[in-house]
């Protein structure tokens, strides 16, 4: 059985930061792409960053140059970096995994349970 499990979220004034972090566990073979993505109330779920296990990484338009991603191969863990922080980016962001539990198997996307940021105008 495989998790997500998400940590880092909280309330913070716009122009501030956060740090989210996302460790996967259970039973693992590798770790392709692994991302965040983020709803906000009344929207559609968003792509907000991705990087793959190569550490090619993109960005929503929205978010370039202020939030960064990051990843730890040995941990099997996401980061995300979010600086300059803007009322617009609340939402529950959420991490994603393309993880392989066994040599030969297709891959599967995991989803963590969320964390909820808020930024106070």
């Known amino acids: 059985q495989v998790q997500l499990v998400e940590s880092g979220g909280g309330l913070v004034q716009a122009g501030g930061s956060l740090r989210l972090f996302c460790a996967a566990s259970?039973?693992?073979?590798?770790?392709?792409?692994m991302g965040w993505y983020r709803q906000a109330p009344g929207k559609q779920r968003e792509l907000v960053a991705s990087?793959?296990?190569?550490?090619?990484?993109n960005y929503a338009d929205s978010v370039k140059g202020r939030f960064t991603i990051s990843r730890d191969n040995a941990k099997n863990t996401v980061y995300l970096q979010m600086n300059s922080l803007k009322p617009e980016d609340t939402a529950v962001y959420y991490c994603?995994?393309?993880?392989?539990?066994?040599?030969?198997?297709?891959?599967?996307?995991?989803w963590g349970q969320g964390t909820q940021v808020t930024i106070s105008s």
């Open positions: 994603n995994a393309e993880i392989r539990i066994r040599v030969l198997v297709p891959t599967k996307n995991y």
């Open positions: 990087i793959t296990s190569g550490s090619i990484t």
């Open positions: 259970g039973s693992i073979f590798s770790i392709n792409a």
